[in-house]
């Protein structure tokens, strides 16, 4: 009862601002008494007058602000800077907003990195890239990605975004939604990111931009087969033919990019001596991520009168990503080492000491990443009499990926009591990284080969000298939309549409996998090889950041190109069941909004109200062992069938956005609506583990009967959450500078509880899994299955203060200079299931905040930026290419660029740009157990610079 009475209250609540506007219209035209007529009529016409005055004003600074956004007519950070304010100003809901600086230039080189510049957004750098968004403390998968306002598919395994597949330089801006309207397909629970392209009519002109960058870091190289240079190189054309009535725009753009990173990885903390806590294992890397994207982006504009206009997009990229890792994994702790007397223990946790009969893993991996994005959309627009307007719009998005993760090992002998043993000092530094003193030398090529030198292959048989894991992911999503819509001139209403929205989405994941093996140890576990040197590069690779001088560099695609290791596939190696999976969605979602534009009083009165209803048929697969179970976890294929499920539900979501716009230049926005995420597909997977448990077959209780299951749970419903807004922002300087303070409120329900349980039917399984004699016993076919649901709820809740002050408006002394900085305070609580302990929302960082110090004048620039976010709840890739949660510490990076433009003679159009990213080289670092000491993973990124030129003409 207590949910069906919030529902009623938020519509309510909306159909309550429906009738008072109306009522404040009404209200706003009094009948005069008879005797006063004329006089009164001349004072109502007067009021009239005023009122469609103000809205006429209101909507000629939309329609300029929507030109502005198009036409990227603006240059240099400053005059970016202002078209964003002034499309925030003008917004009918809570936006922040990015403006291209010139074509083909964000104000950073990512889109993911200026995002995380916006109030109350903030990213997870991956590999030293800031990929993954955070709006108002949510994770990836509770903000969507528009194109042009298109729902966009995930490269990744779930529905986040990974902003690094876009090419900056094809974008024209960026708006993210913070309250949302009926119209909005894709909308998400948190935010939605909506990317613009340019519209070549709108622009105006002709256009030609070439730019080029190069890049280096200062750690180097790390790896001696891999790049420490990179280049970035753009071409964008803009035209109009035929009496600007046809435009083309298009975008191409190459991407090489070497990143440098300094690992530290910890298995974990053990139970060591005297109830202290000790380093289990370690698992350091000097790796090199070499990053190249290939991106082109068209369209093609229409407009042959004023009464149609069409549009079409299209956008390709190929993402292909190259890491290459090289370290040594020692088993410590959780192994068959031993902790020596003498070590030095600092409130409970041992950081420093040595291990005896250590056997280190010598690692030289390679990851591949091959990942091909599409996007089509086309639009059309038919303008009618009477205000009347119709419009249709078909979109595809698809995706591609391919994983290959190989994995070589390296040791003195096979099994962990073969071969030379090290002793191993060890100390913790104050970040929280180990570093290590061997007595091994593990650049000596004569006392290691290819084998298995933990046995962690004894389970299959064979010597396990490598693994490969190779996950492929498709994704697809189809969109036709169609829109009803009529404007009107008079009355509190100024536009109502009622739209129709068809999508499917497909996504599915498979994975294989694969043993190595030397050619001696293909059904043995003893296999050994010395280390082949025609595999051997030109030179060993420095881990000095934790203490080791060299270790032996190999490439593992020669070892097995020259058939020094062999791969042998597994149906299963650290699964119960495959991690296949796939998932349809067919949604069905109608919609009606109506537009606001009047005035209650002087003041002035838009935005809109709506709502969505969402019609949704889900269905997932994927596999469970048939009966009798067949094999075992190995080089075993045990007979596996598909498992399906699903679910189809409504969801009716209403909206509302009022804005109230004084004359000083002062608005104030309220908004509410509801909002949904959907779960995610690897939560959604049909795949299960069956149990039958013979001795418990007579027993009638569910929660010690004979069938009990764990898995996913194809039946999940969306996330909800019920949202309150409200911002106050005060512009000045003619729109150049603003203040705002917004805060909002989410109340969450049929939050996903990933280790929940709930009670299930398991008759269709009992003629698979029982004996007829069995069957006869039976107790009951009820029993528990193990996996997520949706019981939990909370709530999150923030304030968000932004400051952008072109600084001349206090002293002429200042001018040219600026500042832009906000901070926001999130706080979040999540119950799981009644009961337990409060959690926090995954990806939530309690304070959040951005400032950018610049300065431009006569084509000179310059700015320094900061952004920081507190600890947070970090997504990572856990074993086996799987996504796992863990807490991540507080990271602060600070960012510069320098720039000038000749603005005249025969250089005009040419800028030169120099730019410094992540100045003071921060760590990415995760932790374990709630205590920053018990680091887990380490990274550090070097500082990159980078140095380019772009000429418009």
Not at 675 to 703: C, S, Y
Request: glycine residues 10%.
């Amino acid at each position: 009862m207590m949910k069906v009475y919030k529902r009623n209250k938020l519509f309510l609540a909306l159909a309550s601002a429906g009738f008072c506007m109306s009522f404040g219209a009404i209200a706003a035209e009094p009948v005069a008494p008879a005797d006063a007529q004329s006089g009164g009529t001349a004072q109502a016409d007067a009021a009239a007058d005023t009122a469609a005055d103000k809205a006429a004003e209101r909507k000629g600074k939309k329609k300029e602000t929507a030109a502005l956004l198009d036409m990227v007519e603006v240059r240099g950070f400053r005059a970016s800077v202002e078209t964003a304010i002034a499309a925030k100003r003008d917004a009918t809901s809570i936006v922040e907003v990015i403006s291209a600086e010139d074509i083909g230039k964000l104000p950073d080189v990512s889109i993911a990195e200026s995002l995380a510049r916006l109030p109350g957004v903030t990213t997870q750098r991956v590999d030293g890239r800031a990929q993954v968004v955070s709006v108002r403390g949510f994770g990836p998968d509770f903000t969507t990605a528009l194109l042009n306002g298109r729902e966009q598919v995930a490269v990744g395994d779930n529905r986040g975004v990974e902003f690094d597949q876009y090419a900056s330089e094809s974008l024209s801006g960026v708006t993210v939604y913070k309250s949302i309207d009926s119209t909005l397909i894709g909308q998400g629970l948190a935010g939605t990111v909506n990317m613009h392209t340019i519209r070549p009519l709108a622009h105006g002109r002709q256009s030609f931009t070439v730019s080029a960058r190069g890049e280096a870091n200062n750690d180097g190289n790390l790896n001696p087969d891999a790049p420490d240079k990179g280049s970035r190189l753009s071409g964008t054309y803009v035209d109009q033919f035929f009496d600007n009535t046809f435009g083309v725009a298009l975008t191409v753009t190459n991407q090489s990019t070497p990143r440098q990173i300094e690992r530290f990885n910890a298995w974990g903390f053990a139970d060591g001596p005297d109830g202290t806590k000790v380093v289990g294992g370690a698992k350091p890397f000097a790796q090199t991520n070499d990053l190249n994207r290939f991106a082109v982006v068209g369209t093609l504009e229409w407009a042959p009168n004023e009464n149609f206009h069409s549009t079409m997009d299209l956008y390709y990229s190929d993402f292909n990503e190259t890491k290459l890792m090289r370290g040594i994994e020692f088993p410590l702790q959780w192994s068959n080492a031993q902790l020596q007397p003498g070590f030095t223990v600092d409130n409970g946790l041992i950081t420093q000491g040595t291990f005896n009969n250590v056997r280190g893993v010598m690692r030289n991996d390679r990851d591949e990443r091959n990942a091909q994005l599409m996007n089509f959309g086309w639009n059309n627009r038919w303008e009618f009499g009477d205000g009347w307007g119709f419009e249709n719009d078909i979109s595809y998005s698809a995706s591609d990926r391919v994983d290959t993760n190989m994995e070589t090992y390296l040791g003195t002998g096979p099994g962990a009591d073969n071969g030379a043993a090290d002793s191993l000092g060890f100390s913790q530094s104050g970040s929280g990284q180990f570093t290590f003193n061997p007595t091994l030398d593990y650049s000596d090529i004569s006392l290691f080969g290819l084998t298995d030198p933990q046995g962690w292959g004894g389970g299959a048989g064979l010597t396990q000298a490598g693994f490969i894991n190779r996950p492929e992911v498709e994704d697809q999503l189809a969109h036709v939309k169609f829109i009803l819509d009529r404007s009107f001139t008079q009355g509190a209403i100024s536009k109502v549409a009622l739209g129709i929205d068809f999508s499917r989405r497909d996504k599915n994941r498979q994975i294989r996998q694969q043993f190595l093996t030397p050619v001696n140890g293909t059904d043995n576990t003893n296999g050994f090889t010395p280390v082949p040197t025609n595999a051997l590069l030109g030179s060993a690779v420095d881990l000095g950041f934790i203490g080791i001088p060299g270790h032996i560099s190999l490439d593992p695609r020669q070892l097995i190109a020259d058939g020094d290791l062999v791969a042998i596939s597994t149906a299963l190696s650290s699964f119960n069941i495959p991690q296949d999976w796939k998932m349809r969605e067919d949604i069905f979602l109608s919609y009606l909004k109506a537009d606001l534009d009047t005035n209650i009083g002087d003041v002035g009165l838009s935005g809109n109200f709506g709502v969505q209803a969402v019609y949704t048929d889900q269905s997932s697969g994927g596999f469970r062992a048939a009966a009798p179970p067949i094999g075992s976890p190995g080089v075993d294929n045990p007979n596996f069938v598909e498992s399906r499920g699903g679910a189809k539900y409504w969801r009716f979501l209403p909206s509302a956005n009022l804005i109230f716009d004084f004359d000083n230049d002062l608005k104030v926005r309220f908004a509410a609506a509801k909002t949904i995420a959907r779960a995610r597909p690897d939560q959604l997977n049909a795949g299960l583990t069956l149990n039958v448990n013979r001795t418990q077959i007579p027993n009638t209780d569910p929660n010690r009967a004979a069938f009990s299951s764990s898995g996913g749970n194809p039946a999940l419903k969306p996330f909800k959450s019920t949202n309150i807004d409200l911002s106050v922002e005060q512009y000045f300087a003619d729109g150049k500078g603003y203040v705002s303070l917004a805060g909002f409120y989410k109340d969450l329900n049929d939050f996903v509880n990933q280790s929940s349980a709930r009670l299930v039917d398991f008759s269709q399984f009992v003629d698979e899994f029982l004996s007829p004699e069995e069957q006869a016993s039976l107790g009951t076919t009820l029993g528990i299955a193990s996996g997520p649901t949706n019981e939990g709820d909370g709530h999150i809740e923030g304030v968000e203060g932004t400051v952008s002050i072109p600084l001349d408006m206090l002293s002429p002394v200042l001018g040219g200079f600026g500042l832009i900085t906000s901070g926001s305070f999130t706080n979040s609580s999540v119950q799981l299931a009644p009961g337990e302990s409060s959690i926090t929302v995954p990806g939530l960082s309690r304070w959040v905040a951005n400032s950018t110090f610049y300065f431009e004048d006569s084509g000179f620039g310059a700015r320094i930026s900061h952004r920081y976010r507190s600890k947070f709840l970090s997504e990572i890739f856990g074993l086996s290419a799987t996504r796992t949660l863990r807490q991540a510490k507080s990271e602060s990076v600070f960012d510069a660029q320098v720039s000038y433009e000749f603005q005249s003679g025969s250089l005009k159009g040419l800028n030169v740009t120099a730019q410094v990213l992540d100045i003071f080289n921060s760590a990415f670092t995760t932790f374990e157990q709630g205590d920053q000491r018990f680091v887990v993973d380490r990274q550090k990124f070097g500082t990159t610079f980078l140095v380019g030129a772009s000429y418009s003409f």
